[in-house]
């Protein structure tokens, strides 16, 4: 019989879903939901997915159930799909007046997510025999996603000075929070691997960063924005602008 969880447990599980729903409302009050509708798609997507999952621990009183564990991983999926979108969106907004790189991150995005499917293809065929296949498919194409968010959160502190970008700026905060929650999980994924798959204290660490995540966007979202892109008017002469002026003509051919 499974031990009866902590507060701590509880606490963990519940606050960043109340903080998730003050999310949906402030984007929607302020209109952010044209500006980050993958984003908001996900905030609303985590709450169904917690009421969901609420329901089937009450009713089998167990998280360890067969139910509650595959309703946990096709949300856990569903969830990865949205992060790689969100990924794609931030990189949409930092690149908004260079045309030329915008369009080739759509490319670049195009064939990430050919591999990603082709990734996923063979892993269910590799395991469609297995009773617990979607334990390896659906873990394995989230910690693909974490390393791209990862890669996302380093490219935006490298850069942010580059591109003029603030880290007051709702893209910056957005990626901030996903970029920790991804490190994290990438580094849970590696200690579960040497220590086994339960662990108590690595749920709770892994809900608390979460937590954190949820804390840096509503501070992001109440706070006032200072956007500091450079326009195409005043862009200076360097080599982004010739990076772009080089993708134009190539795309033009």
């Known amino acids: 019989m499974q031990p009866p969880l902590s507060s701590l447990f509880y606490y ?9 729903a003050v999310i949906l409302v402030l984007m929607i009050r302020r209109k952010l939901y044209k500006q980050f509708p993958i984003f908001l ?9 917690f009421a969901v999952l609420l329901a089937v621990f009450i009713h089998t009183g167990s998280l360890s159930d067969e ?3 595959g309703a946990f991983s096709l949300g856990t999926a569903i969830s ?6 969100i990924i794609y ?5 930092v690149f908004r007046y260079y045309n030329a790189l915008s369009e080739l991150g759509r490319v670049l995005f ?5 591999i990603l499917l082709l990734i996923g293809v063979a892993l269910a065929g590799t395991h469609a025999n297995s009773c617990d296949w979607s334990l390896v498919i659906v873990p394995t194409l989230d910690r693909t996603v974490s390393l791209m968010q990862c890669g996302l959160l380093m490219f935006l502190f490298l850069f942010s000075r580059y591109f003029a970008l603030s880290w007051r700026n709702y893209a910056f905060g957005i990626g901030l929070g996903f970029g920790v929650l991804a490190s994290w999980q990438l580094a849970e994924s590696a200690i579960r691997s040497q220590i086994g798959v339960g662990s108590y204290l690595l749920d709770c660490l892994g809900m608390g960063t979460y937590h954190c995540c949820v804390l840096v966007w509503i501070f992001y979202l109440v706070a006032p924005e ?9 862009l200076p002469k ?6 772009n002026k080089e993708l134009e003509r190539l795309l033009q051919q």
Do not use: C, M
């Open 67 to 69: 139910r509650y564990r």
């Open 80 to 85: 990865a799909a949205l992060r790689f979108g």
């Open 41 to 49: 798609l996900y905030t609303a997507f985590e709450l169904f997915q």
């Open 226 to 234: 200072r956007r500091s892109y450079r326009t195409p008017l005043k």
């Open 110 to 114: 195009r064939w990430a997510t050919i």
């Open 12 to 20: 963990l599980w519940v606050a960043p879903h109340i903080l998730l």
């Open 238 to 243: 360097n080599d982004l602008e010739v990076w």
């Open 89 to 93: 969106e931030i990189f949409t907004e």
